[in-house]
């Protein structure tokens, strides 16, 4: 499916393919009630206004043969993205909120993940899990156009899983997995908070959900502060990094 002029406008959107799916214009859709993608190619959605997905997005079905580039990649421009159905892609999963929150359930990746909100919040609802061997794709592009304050500190390698945000809630210590690296890059006024106590201000971050050999965490407006805690095994290498350290 290949949206190439024009938008969609509906209440509601629900659909399926086989080779991939392109609606990247200024779309108005405000409810995605589920859309499956088969054998190859990427579920890609823009939407210019909030958007609830409500139904899975799953680009991991094969139908005739198993082919390549099956991420799923939406972004949303102007509003919040929220999703309470699982989202699974046999390669990558990219999701952002370029100017409000984004709000996830359940993610499983081929290889990379990528969640971005760079005004407001990310809010995970379930685990999120950036383990495979698929090719990099849709992920890396997104990492790419949003980590150069970063200066290299992180890198995006196969099977890595990176948060961009104002702010990040974990209420329900959902478990961060990734095969290779984790990383985290916040703005929150309250800080960041590396411990298994909840600090009640700020933003934070469980070390027992980081399932992942490297962790890092970077906090680019308030404190980054390590209260008790313990940091062991899948953890091997643990990096920080704050403007106010």
Do not use: C, H, M
């Amino acid at each position: 499916i290949l949206a190439a002029a024009g938008i969609i406008a509906t209440g509601a959107l629900t659909g399926s393919s086989l080779g991939g799916a392109s609606l990247t214009g200024a779309n108005q859709i405000a409810t995605l009630a589920g859309f499956t993608n088969a054998d190859s190619g990427a579920i890609s959605l823009t939407d210019a206004q909030s958007l609830a997905i409500i139904g899975a997005v799953d680009n991991t079905p094969v139908v005739l043969t198993a082919g390549v580039g099956r991420d799923i990649a939406i972004d949303v421009t102007a509003g919040n993205l929220t999703a309470a159905a699982p989202i699974r892609a046999a390669g990558d999963v990219a999701l952002q909120a370029v100017s409000g929150s984004l709000t996830t359930s359940t993610i499983s990746s081929g290889d990379d993940v990528v969640l971005a909100a760079g005004q407001g919040a990310v809010n995970l609802g379930g685990p999120v899990s950036a383990v495979g061997t698929a090719a990099s794709g849709a992920a890396q592009t997104l990492f790419n156009a949003i980590s150069g304050p970063l200066d290299g500190l992180f890198t995006l390698s196969n099977q890595s899983l990176f948060i961009e945000a104002n702010t990040f809630s974990d209420a329900a210590g959902s478990s961060l997995t990734a095969g290779n690296a984790i990383g985290i890059s916040l703005r929150d006024p309250g800080g960041l908070k590396l411990a298994d106590a909840n600090p009640s201000v700020g933003s934070w971050v469980r070390p027992a959900t980081l399932l992942a050999p490297s962790v890092t965490l970077f906090e680019g407006v308030g404190n980054l502060n390590v209260a008790a805690t313990t940091i062991g095994g899948p953890i091997d290498s643990l990096y920080l990094y704050a403007a106010n350290f």
